[in-house]
């Protein structure tokens, strides 16, 4: 697990690692790095009967890699918006076919789609009107349609929606003639580094593919991990001479890494998650408001200051937990201190931000992002207005020699 980065003379020089099994750390001394930790997703406490540690998306992307950016100096971007996906029950399964419909039977997607929100904005939406709960409806697929779905949703590849079937089984409800009740869930944040066509960040020598740079797709990830590969490859080849690591900055992330491992007191990392995580559900769960966002910052960091430090490890696991909840809490304090900053509301794909307090969106916020950097161990926001870039050509592809963020 990567702990931190290295960096001299503003730019990346490689890594800390630990290893999760003996609690040992390691440098990594490189001309160039390439950052695929996943995303940041241990944040809510979204269901508690679900899947490993309370949520639907992976359990070991605890915002690991914008953690370490933010900590570097590096920009991070869009970290206001939310991820969420419909589920139905304690499985954390998707529903696949069929329609969405509110609790009067209407089938309201469709004037969603004429305003080109998000599904998942939409049904939030319509369940802050009052119109829930909302019903999955595969009552008019064919014969055929559902027999696909059936066989879907059979495949144990296709987990947890393999579950769907037991769990339909087991409540009696039939598909082909029950609708199925489900709601929308948070699992976890859009944002991440701000970084160019190629994966660069605005950390010289740093580089991002996956869902670190918010590519939650196969395809995204594929193409992405190529570039960045290639990028920092050629990155490192112009690099005459191997900036030399800052010794003092690596004995200070080793003492700060391992540091839970020597306290005889204090308070278990997985109890310090709960709490940061329960603080992220009631403040700034999937509607917000400035008041509740501003309380919220200020449970944070008071943790950050008070009990963080406190964190105790005993032994190589927890210290992997302790290593994790310090980012959780940090993804968390951004995305709080983010969203208060945004003052509308804005459908962006499956992910959004709804402020009940400002609920549409803004003119002065048209083409304008938020931009999250840590300068001189403040926490700072700044709107910048988003620039259009033209992908590179294949020939302007295959022709770059210097690939800068």
Not at 6 to 15: D, H, I, M, Q, S
Not at 110 to 123: A, D, F, L, V
Not at 296 to 304: A, F, H, P, S, T
Not at 363 to 368: A, E, G, I, N, V
Request: charged share 30%.
């Amino acid at each position: 697990m990567a702990v931190d980065l290295l960096t001299n003379g503003g730019k990346v020089v490689g890594a800390v690692g630990l290893n999760t099994r003996t609690g040992e750390l390691t440098a990594f001394h490189a001309k160039a790095v390439v950052m695929c930790t996943g995303s940041a997703s241990r944040t809510y406490v979204v269901n508690p009967g679900s899947k490993w540690f309370y949520m639907r998306d992976m359990g070991t992307n605890c915002g690991d890699g914008r953690g370490m950016v933010y900590r570097a100096g590096g920009e991070l971007t869009m970290m206001e918006l939310i991820r969420t996906d419909h589920m139905q029950g304690n499985i954390m399964a998707r529903f696949w076919g069929g329609k969405c419909v509110n609790g009067k039977g209407e089938d309201f997607l469709t004037e969603t789609y004429r305003k080109r929100w998000s599904r998942s904005y939409s049904m939030h939406l319509e369940e802050e009107k009052g119109n829930g709960p909302l019903f999955w409806d595969a009552r008019d697929l064919t014969d055929e349609q559902m027999d696909h779905l059936l066989a879907y949703t059979g495949d144990e590849k296709n987990y947890p929606d393999v579950l769907l079937n037991e769990y339909y089984k087991q409540r009696g409800i039939d598909r082909r003639e029950d609708p199925a009740e489900f709601e929308s869930q948070p699992i976890g944040f859009l944002g991440g580094p701000v970084f160019n066509y190629y994966g660069g960040t605005t950390l010289p020598g740093l580089y991002a593919a996956g869902d670190e740079i918010w590519m939650d797709s196969l395809s995204g990830a594929y193409a992405f991990a190529r570039r960045a590969g290639i990028a920092a490859a050629k990155y490192a080849d112009l690099q005459e001479d191997w900036t030399p690591i800052d010794v003092k900055q690596l004995k200070g992330i080793e003492e700060k890494a391992l540091a839970p491992m020597g306290r005889e007191e204090g308070i278990p990392p997985q109890e310090l998650e709960e709490k940061v995580r329960g603080i992220m559900t009631k403040h700034a769960y999937m509607s917000k408001t400035g008041p509740m966002l501003e309380h919220g910052l200020k449970l944070l960091r008071e943790i950050r200051e008070k009990w963080l430090p406190k964190v105790k490890a005993g032994n190589p696991h927890e210290l992997m937990r302790a290593a994790e909840v310090r980012n959780i809490m940090t993804v968390a304090e951004i995305h709080m201190a983010a969203s208060l900053f945004r003052t509308e509301s804005v459908p962006y794909g499956r992910h959004f931000l709804h402020r009940l307090d400002y609920p549409t969106q803004h003119p002065t916020w048209y083409r304008q992002r938020v931009v999250v950097k840590k300068e001189d161990g403040e926490m700072k926001l700044v709107k910048r207005k988003t620039v259009e870039q033209r992908p590179p050509t294949r020939e302007e592809y295959e022709a770059v020699k210097e690939v800068k963020p």
